[in-house]
Each structure stands twice: as C-alpha cells, then as structure tokens.
T-cell receptor, first 112, second 111 residues
Framework: DGGITQSPKYLFRKEGQNVTLSCEQN?????MYWYRQDPGQGLRLIYY???????QKGDIAEGYSVSREKKESFPLTVTSAQKNPTAFYLC???????????FGPGTRLTVT | KNEVEQSPQNLTAQEGEFITINCSYS?????LHWLQQHPGGGIVSLFM???GKKKHGRLIATINIQEKHSSLHITASHPRDSAVYIC?????????????FGEGTQLTVNP
C-alpha cells in the first residue's frame, strides 16, 4: 500500500526539549510539506521541499528545522525556540509542486 | 482579510439534504482543492480543479475562475459526511508550489 506515515500519533514533551516528528512516504513523490493546524485556524505551511537536499521556509518556519536527505523522508524538528509548539502537525506529499497533495494522519504534539 | 474565505463556518443538516459549501478567493490561482478532514485529524483530498465541474459519487465541485468562487455540493447527505471541509488554492504568485487554506467548514449531518 502506498501512502504517508507519521509517527507517533500523539507526542508529549517538556518545555525546553527539542522533538523530531517523523514523516515517510512511499509514493515516489518529489515534493513534501509540513503544516501546522491550530483550533479555529486554517493549515499553515511550516516548511516544504520540492526535491532531495533542498527545502524552503513556509509562512511560520521560526522555531522549526527540517532535513531532506532521502526522497521518502522529511523529518521536522520542533526546537525549544518555538514559542507555542502545542499543535496538530500534518505532513503531505505531492508528485510535483502543482499536483494534489496527499496527507499523512498527523501527529498531535503537546508541550507542557 | 484571508486570501481564501469559506462559508458557512458551521453547517448542520438532516440526513438526505442537499448541502452547499462556498469558497471565495482573492488571488490568481492555478488550481483549487477541496479537502475533507475527519474527527481523527486525517485529511483526504476530494477534488483538484482549475475550471468547470467535477463529480465523484455524491460530491460535486464547481469553480468559476472569473468570479474567483468555488462550491462543493453534497447530494443526499449522510451522517458519515460529517467532517470539516477545507478549500485550498495554489496561488500563481508562488508558482503553484504552495497551498493557501481556508479555515474550513464544520459539517454535521444528523440522522
């Protein structure tokens, strides 16, 4: 089965700790994306990558970092510099930048 | 003002009713997407369209590029259609590489 996996589904961390969210796809898609969703707000783009070893900041990149060393993997690190890290994080991929995006199941991060 | 506006924000219907959700946008776009998000959080792409109309089962999506407006229709609604429906666009200014999202419409269909 082709698809996008995110792990874990729920993640709890103490304030001041960095945490890495996993995103893997076996769809052979070139483009991958990380979004953040907060209650009552639309999805906001954190980072995106259109090709291996390249990525661009989205609208809310401060306090986050990514890497794209392999086509199938696009991990997101939420650093201690992110002021409000508690949110629902969604990863997506698309064949290329102008095609429909396929979303993973999401990771709900709670930082206390 | 958001670049993508959806209405209504919340919609409650009785099973069997015809439902319409609207999306207006203020920028030039290469495509518009309708997405469905279930309570668990996962998102499914329903339609991607750049002109005209698409139909899939009981779902119909239309777009009017000149008026910068799209509608999502659900015929013979069912409680399993209860979800958040999200409109998103690929703005020309980003060369189609990024989506801009509306805030979503929460649909509840009662039996």
């Amino acid at each position: 089965d082709g698809g996008i996996t995110q792990s874990p589904k729920y993640l709890f961390r103490k304030e001041g700790q960095n945490v890495t969210l996993s995103c893997e796809q076996n769809l052979n898609h070139d483009a991958m994306y990380w979004y953040r969703q907060d209650p009552g707000q639309g999805l906001r783009l954190i980072y995106y990558s259109q090709i291996v070893n390249d990525f661009q900041k989205g609208d809310i990149a401060e306090g986050y970092s990514v890497s794209r060393e392999k086509k199938e993997s696009f991990p997101l690190t939420v650093t201690s510099a992110q002021k409000n890290p508690t949110a629902f994080y969604l990863c997506a991929s698309s064949r290329d930048r102008e095609n429909e995006q396929y979303f993973g199941p999401g990771t709900r991060l709670t930082v206390t | 003002k958001n670049e993508v506006e959806q209405s209504p924000q919340n919609l409650t219907a009785q099973e069997g009713e015809f439902i319409t959700i609207n999306c207006s946008y203020s920028v030039g776009i290469s495509a518009l997407h309708w997405l469905q998000q279930h309570p668990g959080g996962g998102i499914v792409s329903l339609f991607m369209l750049s002109s005209g109309k698409k139909k899939h089962g009981r779902l119909i999506a239309t777009i009017n590029i000149q008026e910068k407006h799209s509608s999502l229709h659900i015929t013979a609604s069912h409680p399993r259609d209860s979800a958040v429906y999200i409109c998103a666009v690929n703005p020309w200014e980003t060369s189609g590489s990024r989506l801009t999202f509306g805030e979503g419409t929460q649909l509840t269909v009662n039996p």
